[in-house]
């Protein structure tokens, strides 16, 4: 009889226990998951960004960055405060926002059919190509590369994660060959380019835009080798936050209206 009955409280604290976890992993779900309301409720929206000159920079007392200013008019029109959190590798952001960790991943993300299955996409905020950096042909310590057809059996070296890493899968099989693609944590295509400058390493891929704006300061690199065609670049949201896109969308629309009137 006592053994019964320590096997009933046995059985009555294991369902107990399921009960709870599972009620409270639904409410942090429902927490979590938020769109425009809920984001306008807490007066905080959740962004992730890179910590970079191009993304979010600290010097001294000032805040810099390409999409720092971008994210801060943003909120300023939607009313809201933002908190930022810092994220290299763009797969773990995806998969942070996908969770309910970040309400936006702010980068300028290549806008392609795979990640479209992943995420909701805004308008789009730049259009870009991306570009091979390497060190100019006067250096003869590695293999100047003239076209995609020489990267066959090159080890390109990217960020863990990057959304150039589908892109040069893709070229290996059109040129019918392999390239060697390493990653790399916690490090961005702002940092692979300089590696590349200071000849750490030979290759990577970054977007046109701030290739360039590295090359004003490293000018012995070269952007001359093409990885891509022109490609719509922009910021991802949740699929599940159909306001909050929309508000995001605005305020990209009237922007756009304004600089095209300056």
Known sequence: MVTRKRVF????????????????????????????EDVADAGVFRVAVEYSPSGYFRENDSVYGVQYQLVEELAERLGFKVEYFFEANMQKSI????????????????VTTELREKVAFTESLTLDK????????TDTSFVYVNNQLELAGKKITVSEGSPYISRLNNLA??????????????YDCEMLSIMVAKGDIDY??????TASR??????QLSLQTSISFSQLQAWAL?????????????????????????
Do not use: H
């Open 214 to 219: 590295l090359q004003a300061e490293y000018p």
């Open 238 to 262: 949740r699929k599940d936050s159909e306001v909050l896109l929309d508000s995001v969308n605005c305020w990209i629309k009237e922007r756009a209206a304004l600089n095209d009137k300056k």
């Open 130 to 137: 991306q570009v091979l950096v390497q060190r100019r042909p």
């Open 204 to 209: 990577t891929v970054c977007d046109f835009e």
């Open 95 to 110: 998969e942070d926002l996908n969770s309910g960790k970040y309400d936006m991943v702010a980068r300028f993300i290549p």
């Open 9 to 36: 409280m046995s059985m009555l604290c294991s369902f107990l226990f399921v009960y709870i976890i599972s009620n409270c992993t639904g409410k942090e779900e429902q927490v979590l998951l938020r769109d425009y």
């Open 173 to 186: 099989k059109e040129i019918g060959d392999v390239i060697l693609v390493e990653e790399l944590p916690d």
